[in-house]
T-cell receptor, first 115, second 112 residues
Framework: DGGITQSPKYLFRKEGQNVTLSCEQN?????MYWYRQDPGQGLRLIYYSQIVNDFQKGDIAEGYSVSREKKESFPLTVTSAQKNPTAFYLC??????????????FGPGTRLTVT | QKEVEQNSGPLSVPEGAIASLNCTYSDRGSQSFFWYRQYSGKSPELIMSIYSNGDKEDGRFTAQLNKASQYVSLLIRDSQPSDSATYLC????????????FGAGTRLFVKA
């Protein structure tokens, strides 16, 4: 089955620790995105990548870092510089070559709690 | 002004009724519009996309687009309790990068 996987589903960390969230897709999509969602709010774009080895900051990139070494993978690191890291993190992908490139498909999400 | 605005709700409708969800957007250049359904604790699921003015029907769902008024809506006919979720409106962000702006969502409750 084609899809997007994120791991882990739940993640607990102590304040001051960096943590990396995994996102893998086998949809052969070129573009991948990271969002965070806080209660009662919409999705806010953290980083996005249109092709391998290239990525751009979204609206709230401070305190986060990403890499895109493979087409299938787009891991997100939440660093200790992120002031309010507790949130629901969603990875998405879209195809630039078939269908509408703005049509995004989401993974199941990772719920990060930092105490 | 928010780029994509939705009434947060909750919108409560009885089972079998029509639920009407609305969304306005600020960028006149946007050409692609989407509705996602998000169950509590889950990730968003794409349910409708619309690109041209007018109506687009898919089963019990109808998306309506009016670019002149910068308005998108989603109608759910014969609403079922399983339709209870938050519905997110998403709009193409003009300016490159294939980015999309999401509204905060409208919570829908369908009462049995």
């Amino acid at each position: 089955d084609g899809g997007i996987t994120q791991s882990p589903k739940y993640l607990f960390r102590k304040e001051g620790q960096n943590v990396t969230l995994s996102c893998e897709q086998n949809l052969n999509h070129d573009a991948m995105y990271w969002y965070r969602q806080d209660p009662g709010q919409g999705l806010r774009l953290i980083y996005y990548s249109q092709i391998v080895n290239d990525f751009q900051k979204g609206d709230i990139a401070e305190g986060y870092s990403v890499s895109r070494e493979k087409k299938e993978s787009f891991p997100l690191t939440v660093t200790s510089a992120q002031k309010n890291p507790t949130a629901f993190y969603l990875c998405a992908s879209s195809s630039r070559t078939s269908g509408n490139p703005y049509e995004q498909y989401f993974g199941p999400g990772t719920r990060l709690t930092v105490t | 002004q928010k780029e994509v605005e939705q009434n947060s709700g909750p919108l409560s409708v009885p089972e079998g009724a029509i639920a009407s969800l609305n969304c306005t957007y600020s960028d006149r250049g946007s050409q692609s519009f989407f509705w996602y359904r998000q169950y509590s604790g889950k990730s968003p699921e794409l349910i409708m996309s619309i690109y041209s003015n007018g109506d687009k029907e898919d089963g019990r769902f109808t998306a309506q687009l009016n670019k002149a008024s910068q308005y998108v809506s989603l109608l759910i006919r014969d609403s079922q309790p399983s339709d209870s979720a938050t519905y997110l409106c998403a709009v193409e962000r003009v300016g490159g990068g294939f980015k999309t702006i999401f509204g905060a969502g409208t919570r829908l409750f369908v009462k049995a």
